[in-house]
């Protein structure tokens, strides 16, 4: 695998100005993407994994403020003039939302929907655009392409919509995909068939991708490495066999024993507590208050992360309580 940056975050920390205050939501996020790469960001809802990714393609609110380095290919992406931020939302990067419906413009055709981005900004005319998205449409599974191309938004299914959601960001062959959380809104008999066509795609075009989601072990099944994200920061990273069959943090352990089992009829464990959002952190780690292994350092002292094992942790007792972990998981 090319070891290439190709997305490379470094210290990124984002608060949005509320009531003349600024609220920090993401907090020293250092994240890399390599080149044919797929990672996965994982956390609850209010993390800060969309807010991520909006940094990533500049498109956070003029509310926001932005700190730290997010470069791509080497390129400060928060310095990239008019003309260039166009060419790389446009050809270099592409975001597959998690809500077909409240993305698409419902007064325009697919055709139109599909086309209007590559088309604007000339990277391809017309006529080239809608034969390519023709034979897209027709890989990922979508039947009659050229009568859905007439068609509107609202006289498609949401599985449909998707895949041309999907469709509009393989068009331009972008050499990173933002995918966030791209199946939530569909049932669970589709959302196997989008990530299968998604992933096939993906490798078909030699794309990177970075994948948001609550579902650990659906990140696992499609990506090479883990980012657990919590408040507003990440707590874990690593390769994404190791991260789910031997956990170091413990907000990781606790997702994965919360998750569903295949092979038992168990009660589903809950992470106790209530998510907390990075403003609302004010000292120590920021799980403390939902940990089962939290003493008083963990309280008043923030975890600098850390090599553990060959990933990267952020937790003072990890060496003392990992194999503990390991059997709340097992």
């Known amino acids: 695998m090319n070891t290439h940056p190709l997305l490379n975050i470094q210290d990124l920390n984002i608060a949005v100005k509320h009531r003349g205050v600024n609220r920090p939501l993401v907090h020293?996020?250092?994240?890399?993407?390599?080149?044919?790469?797929?990672?996965?960001?994982?956390?609850?809802?209010?993390?800060?994994?969309?807010?991520?990714?909006?940094?990533?393609?500049?498109?956070?609110?003029?509310?926001?403020?932005v700190g730290g380095s997010?470069?791509?290919?080497?390129?400060?992406?928060?310095?990239?003039?008019?003309?260039?931020?166009a060419r790389y939302r446009s050809r270099d990067v592409a975001l597959i939302h998690q809500d077909p419906r409240g993305h698409i413009n419902p007064t325009?055709?697919?055709?139109?929907?599909?086309?209007?981005?590559?088309?604007?900004?000339?990277?391809?005319?017309?006529?080239?655009?809608?034969?390519?998205?023709?034979v897209l449409m027709r890989e990922v599974g979508i039947s009659d392409a050229e009568k859905r191309l007439s068609q509107f938004p609202h006289q498609l299914s949401g599985g449909l919509l998707q895949r041309v959601m999907i469709v509009t960001a393989l068009l331009p062959s972008p050499r990173l995909i933002f995918a966030d959380e791209p199946?939530?809104?569909?049932?669970?008999?589709?959302?196997?068939?989008?990530?299968?066509?998604?992933?096939?795609?993906?490798?078909?075009?030699?794309a990177a991708m970075l994948f948001v989601t609550h579902d650990l072990d659906l990140a696992a099944a499609v990506t090479d490495r883990l980012a657990v994200m919590y408040a507003g920061t990440i707590v874990e990273t690593g390769a994404s066999d190791d991260i789910c069959s031997r956990p170091l943090h413990p907000y990781t352990a606790a997702l994965l024993r919360s998750r569903p089992s295949t092979t038992e009829v168990r009660r589903l464990t809950a992470i106790p507590g209530s998510p907390l959002s990075a403003y609302e952190v004010t000292s120590g780690c920021s799980f403390a208050s939902r940990c089962p292994f939290a003493v008083d350092r963990c309280r008043n002292e923030v975890p600098k992360r850390r090599v553990v094992a060959g990933r990267e942790v952020a937790c003072h007792r990890v060496e003392e309580i990992v194999d503990q972990l390991q059997e709340r998981v097992s």
């Open 70 to 85: 997010i470069e791509f290919d080497g390129h400060d992406v928060n310095k990239l003039g008019r003309r260039d931020l």
């Open 108 to 134: 325009r055709t697919i055709a139109q929907f599909i086309t209007e981005g590559v088309v604007h900004t000339g990277v391809m005319d017309e006529a080239t655009a809608l034969e390519r998205a023709c």
């Open 183 to 206: 199946t939530t809104a569909l049932d669970v008999t589709v959302q196997s068939d989008v990530m299968a066509i998604l992933m096939e795609k993906i490798r078909d075009q030699h």
């Open 28 to 65: 020293s996020v250092d994240l890399v993407v390599r080149a044919a790469e797929s990672v996965g960001l994982v956390g609850e809802s209010g993390s800060g994994k969309s807010m991520t990714i909006k940094a990533a393609m500049r498109l956070l609110p003029k509310n926001a403020s």
